[in-house]
Every structure is written in C-alpha cells, then in structure tokens.
C-alpha cells in the first residue's frame, strides 16, 4: 500500500511540475510557413464541410460530427476506416489559420461569417472590411449589426494614440487621424477636442495650448476668430486704476470720474500683459456714443496706461 502511495504521489508531483511550465519569449513555436498538406493533390486532400456527412458518405469527417461514429466501428464489424484526406483537410484548415495569425494577419468584418455563428460576442475586435487599418470593438453579446454602416453595438477600438518609445514624439509627419477625444496629438492631420494639439492641420476645441505656424483664419461669416461668451472679465475703475487678470473683458468707467470736456486717464492692471504685448480697447459711451481712446505707452509689465478724450462728446452736447 505504501508503495502504491508513493507513485501516486509521485505522478502528482509531475502533473504539478508539468502545469507550472510558464511561458517566455524563448518558448515560442516556430511559425508555420505554408497550411499543412498544401501541395497535397485533389486525391488526398479535400474541404471538409460543416454539415454531417452521415448519410452522404459513409465514414467521411465534417465539423459537426468530427469523425463519425462508424470511424471508430472494427471494419470487420461494418465500420469505416477514417479518411486520410479528412485528416489533411483539418489540418489544413487549422494550421491556415495559425499561419494568418503568425503573420500579423488582421480578422475582417465578416457579415456572411457574423450570420453563421450569430452575431459576435461582447468584446470582439475586427477590422473594418472598408477602411484599412480601422479597428471596431463590440459592446454587446450577439452582435448582428454592420459596424462599417453605423451599427448598434459598435465603437472604435483604439481611442488613445500613443507617441513613440523614442524620439521626440512630435517631429516628422506621422498621419494620424484622431477623430476620438485624444489628450495629446502630436502632428495630426484631424484633432478632435484635444487637451493639446501641436502642428495639427484641423483643430475642433482644444482645451490646451495650440502652436499655429501658419495664418489663424476664420471663414464663418458671422462667428469669427475671438475669445468664447464667459472667457473674459469685468472690472469698474476706481480711482484711477482697474484689475482685469483676463485676455478679454470690459471696463466699467463710472461717471464721476471724469467730466465733459476733459482728458481722464486710469491704469490697467492684468498678470497677463508683457511689455511687449499690445493692447487693443474699443469703448462705447453711454447710449452708445463712440469716443477716442488713446492708449499711451506702457508702465511696470502686467500695466498700461489708458488715457481718454470725451471731448467729442462735450461737442456733441
């Protein structure tokens, strides 16, 4: 009995050795150059068929029924021998497949395959049979829709692209179309809400920083290039000065500060200013009399000083 213990245990420590058996890069298979029995003759090869060849063909395989019960009958007893051109047929078909693989070979959209098996499940990935290169993930079990024509229960599979391992990321044209919601895109053709879109041809709502090398223009007719509703600040001067910290807004002069006609002039305060910096200020008065405004050299950075004439106005009363 001891004895017989012993080997049991020893073959279960075998088992367990043999299923720790990870795998490393220096474990991979040599991959297979041509499908099995590819340069087989018609004589000893043939496509096996999905349906049942039971009643068609005696002994013949399909993969319904695999090899069929009468394969593993004694032919003294009326079975049927296996057929040698089921077995390269198979193999065939499999180590095909293993070859496509082994090759980086993409799996197309397939609708007449996607009929076959009934949809494809939640989280299939495939490649557009339209667009090149253009991968779709499904989102749902049995997914019998079209994803080239705007199907239920599909969705682009890469929504992030990443910049290379090495190099400087932005150089060289790297023609990627990112119509997703990229955090960065670097040299892009299209960049879709992008957090930062550098040297891209077509930016639609960067969040960021956008680097235009070239003219910022507008051909809306009624939209324009400017800043948004809600970018800008207000300030009312008091005294003779007044705080802006925005690149936009609009200044609240109260009567008292000055009085037709007479030269008035306050200081503009913004973190944003340089001395470098111009400073453009159109002004409206009262009911929307125009007066001249003449900004007037610059003082301590982030400041510029702001002198009005109402003259006009004094004339015009």
């Known amino acids: 009995m001891k004895k017989i213990i012993n080997l049991f245990l020893a073959a279960v420590f075998a088992f367990t ?42 002994g013949a395989a399909s993969y319904t029924d695999g090899f069929p019960p009468l394969n593993f009958v004694p032919v003294n007893a009326g079975g049927v021998p296996p057929f040698g051109q089921d077995m390269n047929g198979v193999l065939r078909d499999v180590s095909a497949h293993a070859r496509w693989w082994a090759a980086g070979g993409p799996v197309y959209y397939d609708s007449a395959y996607q009929t076959a098996i009934g949809g494809y499940p939640k ?23 079209n994803p080239d024509t705007g199907g239920a229960g599909w969705a682009p599979a890469l929504n992030t692209v990443y910049a290379p391992l090495t190099g400087t990321g932005a150089s060289g044209t790297w023609g990627i179309n990112i119509t997703g919601n990229a955090a960065t895109a670097n040299s892009a053709t299209t960049a879709t809400n992008a957090t930062n879109a550098t040297n891209a041809t077509t930016a639609v709502n960067v969040t960021g920083s ?19 509703t809600g970018a800008g600040g207000t300030g009312t001067v008091s005294g003779s000065s007044v705080t802006i910290n925005k690149m936009s807004g609009v200044i609240t002069v109260p009567s008292a500060t000055y009085s037709a006609p007479a030269l008035f002039q306050f200081a503009l305060s913004n973190t ?46």
């Open 17 to 58: 050795a043999s299923a720790a058996l990870g795998l490393a890069d220096s474990a991979a298979p040599t991959k297979i150059q041509i499908p099995f029995a590819n340069g087989a003759g018609g004589a000893y090869v043939r496509t096996v068929p999905v349906a049942s060849q039971i009643g068609i063909q005696n």
């Open 123 to 145: 989280g299939a990935i495939v490649q557009s049979a339209t667009v090149t290169g253009k991968l779709w993930f499904s989102s749902t079990e049995n997914n019998v829709t």
């Open 210 to 228: 956008a680097a235009v090398s070239g003219a910022l223009t507008s051909s809306n007719p009624t939209a324009g290039v400017g800043y948004a």
């Open 272 to 317: 944003n200013y340089t001395q470098n910096d111009t400073v453009i200020l159109t002004a409206e008065y009262g009911g929307g009399v125009q007066f001249i405004v003449y900004p007037e050299g610059t003082t301590p950075s982030g400041q510029v000083l702001i002198i009005c004439d109402v003259s006009m106005e004094a004339q015009r009363q």
